[in-house]
């Protein structure tokens, strides 16, 4: 019998204060598998990236790339964080000094059709022992965030298809890496029976000894590598899965050695020194953010993405903003803790009754969401915090919205600027359902507001 072990990681989201011991386990247990006589395979399924760890952000995600080259995986995916988080030219550029292939079926460059040139769609590799292996991997088709960054997603049911029929004939056994959820994962199962694993991520889910959906084996490790992946499938002389099985690994009760929290503490150091060299603005004084209401800061950040967009309205939420900005030499680093979300902003079209409809959901969730935990979506924050508006404001008494000074005419046409973040979650949904929305590419929210005070308040 042949024994095959699948090592697997997902959605660290730049956590790097989990990677030595993570690292140390998967160099440990290929070398242990390998002297036993095993093959082993070790894939990443996305979301190595996020901008929020200054490293990440100072390296455009080179750092990353950097890190995953340690291990020898054999195959690593995109997640979103890596596909909308960049921009299109950092993205063709991320895995340039890679030592691992990306692989990728259903991304294609948007000008031309074609797939991006760092990716292969799928990958075929044959065992010592002859077994024939076909890895596809595949991330979440968020068309709303993909096309204004030049790329073009396809779906599942659309991109499998083709690539199955592509290598049809030429495996022993299959592996899809998916960055698409659970839900998706468990579809896949049921419609695709010649799946034998799937190595899940994006939904964080954590699957600690595998989901057998029909003959399909799903795997997950949850996030931020507080999990490591293993998964044994035991074939028998003509290459057939005889038993497959899987187990997760709790980082956290992983060995640690006295070097490691250097290595953690120096990434963060290193990030903060590149940022902190790259000045943006001279401000004359702090600008303070307030908890509830109106602040320097907050009239700041709104008249900044005004300008990015040229808008004459604009929404945010106080919980985006971290920190004051103090008086002196503002730099990256200073707008990196204070806004640390890899947001982009979003231009809104409403018609005059769907923006009075907009405003009395944030009327009408404005107590509940000041004090609201938020998490994902974007949001590297803590809680939602308080509504702010310019441009906008309403007579709840009369329940009157009006926009700057002249109440709103139910047939006219108003464009405001936002974030993302109110695209996804589920409080306005007028935004979504309505909405005329554009996400503008490639900035984030701390990049508008570093434009803005770069140009008002010069160094």
Known sequence: METIHILHTNDLHSHFENWPRMRRFLLEHQAAYRKQGDTVLTFDIGDAMDRSHPLTEATNGQINTELLNQIGYDGVTIGNNEGIGNSHADLEHLYDKANFPVLLANLYEQATNER???????RLMTTDAGTRVAIIALTAPFFLTYRPNGWEPTTVSEELPRQLAAIEGQYDILIVLSHLGITTDKWLAEQFPEIDVVCGAHTHHLLEEGLLVNQTLLTAAEKYGHYL?????????????????????????LPVVKTDAAEIEGYLKKGHAQLAAEHVAKLPHAFKINAIGESEMMTTGLKAIEEATSTEAAVLNTGLFLQDLQAGIVTKDDLQTQLPHPMHLIKVTLKGYDLWRMVLEMEKNRLFLRKFPIKGMSFRGKIFGDIVYDGIAVDMKLRRVFWHGQEIDPEASYTLTTVDHYLFIPFFP???IVGETEIVFPDFLRDA???YLSKHYPL
Request: net charge negative; aromatic share 6%.
């Open 229 to 253: 992946g293993d998964i044994t499938l035991e074939l028998d002389d003509q290459h057939h899965v005889m038993h497959k099985s899987a187990r997760t690994v709790l980082t956290a009760d």
């Open 430 to 432: 007028t935004i979504e």
């Open 116 to 122: 991006p040139a760092f990716v292969q769609s799928y």
């Open 449 to 451: 507001v570093a434009k």
